[in-house]
């Protein structure tokens, strides 16, 4: 199991494969999350910067991953996610989560964005052709997390 | 003692500076002691720490609460809720 | 939306990649069902041949692909199945699924694979290096589906 | 009538073949009647039909129930549970 974080895009099926080989699997469920553009009349979302905080980061994905290793049977984890500007259309995050049975590999996954998204500290910044705001945080994402109570 | 502070995203824009390096008396010995004492250094402070939903908190690189204690040499970070992912 | 029935290897970060650049995702969540192996002392997995029920496969996957998008708000779904003879790690079924928001994307996903093991004509033959033998359906699966009733 | 037949997979090898074409009188009116008869063939239909647990059915390429309907020139397909995925 391995955290990775980075400004360059990574490829997650590329990834899935190397690990593939490294376990006898029997499913493994993968998460992309991206830039989604937006034109609103004037306003139109020309990249998003992403900032962090180096060290926390790391750690709060490895505590997010040990929990998840730690309530599931998984052969595996990889978690990435970037940093700096990124483009409309890229990828921010990728999960995969390998496991003898799907259930598993589902829960898992889902378990571990839900609290990468309230617990790995990245804040986003969308820069369009006329402005630059800081995104509001999400009462869901709250929500979203406290339902694997 | 000597506490390293870290600012993110909008409270770093609003304080306008990433980190430093300050000296507080002992009797400061927790997260709520250590915000009462930066509210007094001005009134963009005092904008970022009377609004409860609009600031987290971490000791050495863990989410923390105002009532978590505090130690000489420790790493304090202050940023807005998180919007990763 | 569409389905593939073939003997061919997939490569689903490609398709996600294609896929991707017709939609304003914000996520996407893929399903890989792999051929485990096994080694009980002598009896060792060599392979495993997949038979199909040509024509009705590919209807009983745009069923349950129609059932997704209308259950679901969801910009894009790609099932991929293969049949015939498989190797040992190899990638038996892939699914990929869009949508604007995660938790969407993942229970779509996991819907469709519930539902595949169960409606889609398949059946697993195991060939290891002393005999060979037809997989038996397990009752997990159709518990596993009803869930969704 | 005809009725088109296609076997699958345990079903296939127990019967010895994939597929065949029947005529059978239109009296036979749904799946339970059309089963009634083929397992006056012989031993090895009586195997199949007499576990209900064993078998699945589909006519013209939709999972189907022993009381649906049959027609002239349907497509019947008989098979064991499904263990794809």
Known sequence: MSVHVQQDLFDLQSITQQLKKLHNSGASVSFEGYVRDFDLGNDKLEMLELEHYPGMTEKALLNIQSLAMNRWHLDDVYIVHRYGKLKVGEPIVGIVVFAKHRKEAFDACHFIIDFLKTDAPFWKKEITNHQSYWVDAKKIDDEEKNKWN | ?85
Chains 1, 3 share one sequence.
């Open chain 2, 1 to 85: 003692m000597k506490i390293k502070l870290f600012y993110f995203a909008q409270v770093r824009e609003i304080v306008g500076i990433d980190q430093e390096e300050i000296d507080v008396e002992s009797d400061i010995k927790t997260l709520a002691e250590l915000i009462a004492f930066l509210k007094l250094r001005g009134s963009q402070w005092q904008a970022i720490f009377d609004m409860s939903s609009s600031y987290r908190m971490a000791i050495n690189q863990e989410l923390a609460e105002a009532s978590n204690k505090i130690n000489a040499n420790d790493e304090v970070a202050f940023f807005p809720p998180i919007t990763g992912g």
